[in-house]
């Protein structure tokens, strides 16, 4: 039993360090936001997020401060000028009240990166900043 389990946990870290390894990793840190004060913005669009690109797709990773969110699958699109990533949530906050959000990230080839937030009542959010 105990080589068993042994054998299944190294089938489980092969993979997983498998698939770590043809992910591709793009930190794209927040350094100015508009559309709301600084600590309102980020606690939107985050103060970094991560583009991981594999074999399963392009996923984001907001970070805030020293918190990430889970990977959320994103739609991408280029037009030759940034390629964005986009996901909408709907939130149901109170009974009768639908909230929904479109959030979109951008990625220049320069290494400008971009975040926006638009929520059904607020005003659009957007973070700019660079790629590491």
Same mark, same amino acid.
């Given at each position: 039993?105990?080589?068993?389990? &042994?054998?299944? /946990?190294?089938?489980?870290?092969? =993979?997983? =360090?498998? /698939?770590?390894?043809?992910?591709?990793?793009?930190?794209?840190?927040? @350094?100015?936001?508009?559309?709301?004060?600084?600590?309102?913005?980020?606690?939107? /669009? *985050?103060?970094?997020?991560?583009?991981? =690109?594999?074999? @399963?797709?392009?996923?984001? @990773?907001?970070?805030?401060?020293?918190?990430?969110?889970?990977?959320?699958?994103?739609?991408?699109? @280029?037009?030759? &000028?940034?390629? =964005?990533?986009?996901? &909408?949530?709907?939130?149901?906050?109170?009974?009768?009240?639908?909230?929904?959000?479109?959030?979109?990230?951008?990625?220049?080839?320069?290494?400008?990166?971009?975040?926006?937030?638009?929520?059904? *009542?607020?005003?659009?959010?957007?973070?700019?900043?660079? /790629?590491?």
């Amino acid at each position: 039993m105990t080589s068993f389990l &042994r054998a299944a /946990t190294l089938a489980c870290f092969a =993979t997983f =360090t498998a /698939t770590s390894a043809l992910a591709e990793d793009t930190l794209c840190q927040f @350094s100015k936001w508009r559309g709301a004060p600084a600590d309102i913005a980020m606690s939107w /669009t *985050g103060s970094a997020f991560v583009l991981r =690109t594999d074999a @399963s797709g392009d996923n984001i @990773s907001l970070k805030f401060n020293e918190e990430s969110s889970d990977w959320i699958p994103m739609k991408r699109s @280029s037009n030759g &000028r940034f390629d =964005t990533f986009v996901y &909408r949530r709907t939130a149901k906050p109170a009974p009768g009240f639908i909230k929904r959000a479109r959030f979109s990230f951008r990625i220049y080839p320069d290494g400008k990166c971009k975040g926006f937030v638009e929520a059904t *009542g607020f005003p659009l959010l957007e973070a700019t900043g660079k /790629t590491r």
